[in-house]
């Protein structure tokens, strides 16, 4: 069911014009929420599949197609679709078919005990928007190293380095091919990184990336990654922040602009 109107408390659904569809939940139109109410307080307490089930009884907030948000519901759906087409939990799919024939050692849902003491602090602004204040993410659960009660997170569970980003990143800027293998096909690639969004819509997004000039996408905590395809250049940038002092939002732009410069001389 989709939301139809709203006055309150009350809520009034009604039938969706059509279905969402795989295109939908990939390109972030399907009209499902963020999360759901099962989904606290972290987001990687439940199963996948409990948490897909979930969002099936969730109504849409609109119908499927006309609008864009930003949905985890949508990617841990995508994700959920993988596992019953291809019988492999989403984990072991990534796993087996992208991070260690890529050679992604340290990209895993689960940081074994030396990976997590690698993983960068978490900050936010601290007291009059003064200096920085140690945080932990408050999406996932801790520690981040247990196997008993974190289940994996498709739409945001990933831990990962730069060197591994930047190996996947290759893949793709070679149109789904590296150092001799193939991983996606061309139609693929093209397929995912060109517009899916409807024309009308301001925001230009393919399947799991924005789409244009810069192939990437961004993170919650301000981490950023893309291909420039005009620069022919990969971007990572791997930082923990729920938001910065002063001008520390200036920084990711002041990291770029040095690094073009110094490839430039």
């Known amino acids: ?38 989904e606290v307080p972290t987001l ?27 949905s985890n519901a949508g990617i841990n759906t995508a994700a959920r679709i993988i596992e019953v087409v291809s019988g492999m939990s989403f984990e072991r799919f990534l796993d087996e078919r992208m991070f260690q024939p890529l050679g992604m050692k340290d990209t895993t849902f689960w940081p074994n005990e030396a990976q997590a003491a690698r993983i960068a602090n978490s900050y936010k602004p601290g007291p009059d928007n003064k200096g920085l204040i140690e945080i932990t993410i408050d999406q996932v659960q801790y520690p981040l190293t247990d196997r008993t009660n974190r289940y994996p997170m498709p739409a945001g569970g990933l831990f990962s380095s730069a060197a591994d980003l930047a190996r996947f990143y290759q893949m793709v800027a070679n149109g789904g091919e590296l150092d001799g293998r193939r991983y996606l096909s061309e ?75 110094s490839i430039s001389k």
């Open 1 to 38: 069911m989709v939301v139809a109107e709203k006055n309150g408390d009350q809520v009034l659904l009604k039938k969706p014009a059509r279905p969402l569809t795989v295109k939908n939940v990939l390109s972030h139109t399907s009209g499902l929420p963020f999360r759901s109410a099962l």
């Open 44 to 70: 990687d307490r439940l199963p996948l599949a409990d948490r897909v089930r979930s969002y099936a009884m969730t109504p849409l907030d609109f119908e499927p197609g006309t609008k864009y948000q930003y």
């Open 187 to 261: 139609a693929a690639v093209k397929q995912m990184t060109s517009r899916q969004t409807p024309a009308e819509m301001s925001n230009n997004y393919g399947f799991g990336f924005s789409a244009g000039e810069r192939i990437g996408h961004g993170g919650a905590y301000s981490t950023n990654s893309y291909f420039d395809t005009r620069q022919g250049l990969i971007f990572i940038w791997l930082v923990k922040h729920a938001g910065y002092p002063g001008a520390g939002a200036e920084s990711q732009e002041a990291f770029r602009k040095a690094a073009l410069e």
